[in-house]
């Protein structure tokens, strides 16, 4: 059986087309738990109404918003009582195709259920534009990564299995026994940069991540954080935010030393010279970071702070 997880705030007119795209699978073991992370009853009620009555949903509700990490860290604690054999973590602000499930267990399975999986995801609004395919790490001091195909049309350059460096979490397959080995989401995160965490230490103990090109999801972009403006000063302070905890848990001193000094450089330059939107993105940026410089200092799980709220 498999557990799928999703998480609604305040945005139940996204997550319920999502959630009835996971209906129409047609992979049929599998159960939704569906958390409602703190959102306006209103919006709670609108789920309650469209899937109370579907037996393969479970609408779970968290009185405050935990942030994503939170609200998957407490979706895999539910769906852990019901022992499942995969966990399948999805954004709200996606449609999943109907065969994507059964693509994503049957590379698990080839892989000995020592793998996360991922698949190819697309941007909602240009269907067959590529968003991501998984990522390359280009410098393993800085953890500087790429991604291939990003913007590109989909002409099946990317069909084929491979391993990749770095997964998103956009949507991912994890096995039960993965879980239970490498732990829940870290909770120094409250949402982005999570997921580089978590496929990091998979992979130092030896798993692998793995994008398949037969599972396949439709994107719509940071609907919940910035009602789909990548450039958002909320979105771009969480980033800034993730960005520090990611490398001080990951990168060696030396190159921590060396990224801190970098990046506050970079981001002071684009918040003196570049133009208003990106302008305000760089300095939201900094902002985070430095959030992040005195965070490591008392190291407390986030709590979602953002001065752009």
């Known amino acids: 059986m498999i557990a799928i997880i999703t998480i609604n705030y305040n945005l139940s007119g996204e997550t319920i087309p999502c959630v009835e795209s996971i209906l129409k699978s047609e992979y049929p073991n599998y159960r939704v738990y569906l958390i409602d992370n703190g959102s306006a009853q209103d919006d709670y009620n609108k789920l309650l109404e469209a899937f109370n009555q579907q037996g393969k949903v479970n609408v779970l509700r968290i009185e405050k918003n935990c942030g994503y990490v939170g609200g998957v860290n407490f979706g895999l604690q539910k769906a852990m009582e019901s022992n499942p054999d995969y966990f399948l973590v999805m954004n709200n602000d996606t449609i999943i195709d109907k065969e994507a499930i059964g693509y994503l267990v049957y590379t698990a399975q080839r892989h000995k259920n020592n793998a996360i999986v991922s698949g190819k995801v697309y941007y909602y609004d240009r269907p067959d534009v590529l968003q991501h395919t998984g990522e390359i790490i280009t410098d393993h001091r800085y953890l500087k990564t790429f991604a291939p195909g990003k913007n590109e049309k989909d002409t099946g350059q990317f069909d084929e299995e491979i391993e990749r460096d770095a997964l998103d979490d956009v949507f991912w397959l994890l096995p039960l026994g ?44 940071s609907m919940t954080t910035g009602g789909g403006n990548t450039h958002s000063p909320k979105v771009c302070y969480w980033r800034g935010q993730g960005l520090f905890v990611l490398h001080y848990r990951h990168l060696k001193i030396k190159y921590l030393i060396l990224s801190i000094l970098k990046k506050f450089v970079t981001f002071s330059a684009l918040a003196l010279f570049k133009k208003e939107n990106k302008r305000n993105c760089a300095i939201a940026m900094l902002r985070g970071y430095f959030w992040g410089f005195c965070w490591m200092f008392n190291k407390r799980p986030n709590n979602g702070y953002n001065p752009y709220n």
């Not at 732990?183 to 982005?192: A, E, I, M, P, T």
């Open 178 to 221: 993965l879980v239970k080995d490498v732990g829940f989401y870290c909770n120094y995160f409250f949402l982005y940069a999570e997921q580089g965490d978590y496929a990091l230490r998979a992979k130092k103990k030896g798993y692998k991540l793995i994008y398949t090109p037969d599972a396949k999801l439709w994107h719509k972009v």
